[in-house]
């Protein structure tokens, strides 16, 4: 069976990090950055490195990609670009910003296909031509176990091609509006949900129609209700509590990632229950969080078989030194 807390994932450190104005126009959470651009730069480039420092600490292999371009300010969100699946398949997504379509790097497939078992690469990029866009498990969170895709509809989330995805990657499709108290859609719908193995962080409120959200509760639950579904504030969204992701540690051990600004606005029974299946892992990243998005966005989740490597243990993965583009 899928295992909904992977053991991997890809990072992106920007050496041109930037609020990026492209996307500013509907992702609500992006905030203009003041101050000098270089050390805003900086801030980010150590955030992400002490993340990744952090990640590889509790046993979670980071393979860690260096960024120069200047004209890719999102490339830290790699998770919207590209996602791998059990059964040895990675899709490619088609990004609504054109300064965003240079972010997919052979290098990193090449990466996958050497580390891991890889069959089988569905692009879906092409879709651009035709302003059609699915930005991977940014527009999409995925329940590995009851393989379920959900997903607000919005301008990165098109309904054509999340059911083209869903019948190659079999996963039952299930779309929803979600809007912010002032009416804003939401722009991704990985800050307004978190699936973990036992429990779902989720802004309920979020969803306008009240019998999609019911639905939605019931099979976010499970057929047997043995998951928590935690209800999140419009506030706690806004702090990035939704844009959380479980890991799990090479002794297995699972964690859950998220910011020290999300983990802060949780309650004391919403960790109560989070604790009993995971450890809560939060990660440093407040000048991240300007480009409007948070830790689930900066981890691209690796769902591979490793490849056994020279000098390693079966089902152990080497590191790779970390490729500069």
Known sequence: MPVQ??????????HKFTPNPDT??????????????????????????????TLESVGVTVHLFDDEDATRPDSVFPNNWFSTHAGGRVALYPMYAPSRRTER???????????????????????????IFLEGTGAMVLDHLSRI??????????????????????YEPMAF??????????????????????????GLSMITDPARRAEVVERLAGRRGKRHVLELSDQQIHDFAGNAIELEGEDGERF?????????????????????????????VPTIELAGGSVRCMLA?????????????????????????
């Open 256 to 284: 859950l990632a998220l910011s020290t600004r999300a983990a802060a606005s949780l309650s004391d029974e919403q960790r109560e229950i989070i604790e009993r299946s995971c450890t809560l892992l939060p990660l440093d």
């Open 24 to 53: 500013a126009a509907d992702n609500a959470f992006q905030v203009a950055a003041a101050g000098d651009p270089e050390e805003l730069a900086a801030r980010a480039f150590q955030e992400v490195t002490r993340a990744a420092e």
């Open 105 to 131: 790097r052979p290098d990193i497939v090449e990466m996958l296909k050497a580390r891991y078992r890889v069959q089988d690469v569905i692009d879906y990029s092409g879709l651009e031509y035709d302003n």
């Open 149 to 170: 895709a959900y997903a607000a509809r919005s301008r990165r989330a098109d309904p054509v091609v999340l059911e083209r995805f869903c019948t190659t990657f079999g």
């Open 5 to 14: 807390a992977p053991g991997a994932v890809v990072m992106i450190r920007p």
């Open 301 to 325: 989740s690796i769902h591979l078989d490793a490849r056994p490597q020279v000098g390693t243990a079966p089902g152990q993965v080497s590191q790779l030194p970390a490729a500069v583009i």
């Open 177 to 202: 509006d979600a809007a912010d108290q002032g009416g804003t859609p939401v722009y991704h719908t990985n800050v307004l949900m978190c699936i973990a193995s036992d429990f779902v962080l989720i």
